[in-house]
């Protein structure tokens, strides 16, 4: 299983911008599908989670600007990020948790290479 994370870029604060992740592979089921930031210097932390269900779980830093959603059909997960400020600047990575692929393994994380979210002031 590989997941591809797109929609990173450079924007002005206060903009917007929509961060999607796909995962590839032989995909029986994904239980949870989160975002996670990296600034410069700090640790990284958990931006959103979604479950399969559709349960969500925000950063403090981000209620209200950020939604986290997902196709499970096409499992994928978006992030719509608006208001945005420059200490969100960081690299975005995409994380699949408990997934499970057809004849298995079963349970299993992935992780996504990171895209870079600059935000100007």
């Known amino acids: 299983v590989q997941l591809q994370a797109s929609g990173g870029g450079l924007v002005q604060a206060g903009g917007s911008l929509r961060l999607s992740c796909a995962a590839f592979g032989s995909i029986l089921s994904i239980n949870d599908m989160d975002w996670y930031r990296q600034a410069a210097g700090k640790q990284r932390e958990l931006v959103a989670a979604?479950?399969?269900?559709?349960?969500?779980n925000y950063a403090d830093s981000v209620k209200g600007r950020f939604t986290i959603s997902r196709d499970n059909a096409k499992n994928t997960m978006y992030l719509q990020m608006n208001s945005l400020k420059p200490e969100d600047t960081a690299v975005y990575y995409c994380?699949?948790?408990?997934?499970?692929?057809?004849?298995?393994?079963?349970?299993?994380?992935?992780w996504g290479i990171g895209t870079q979210v600059t935000v100007s002031s």
């Open positions: 994380y699949a948790g408990d997934v499970s692929s057809h004849g298995g393994p079963y349970g299993m994380d992935y």
């Open positions: 979604i479950t399969r269900g559709g349960t969500t």
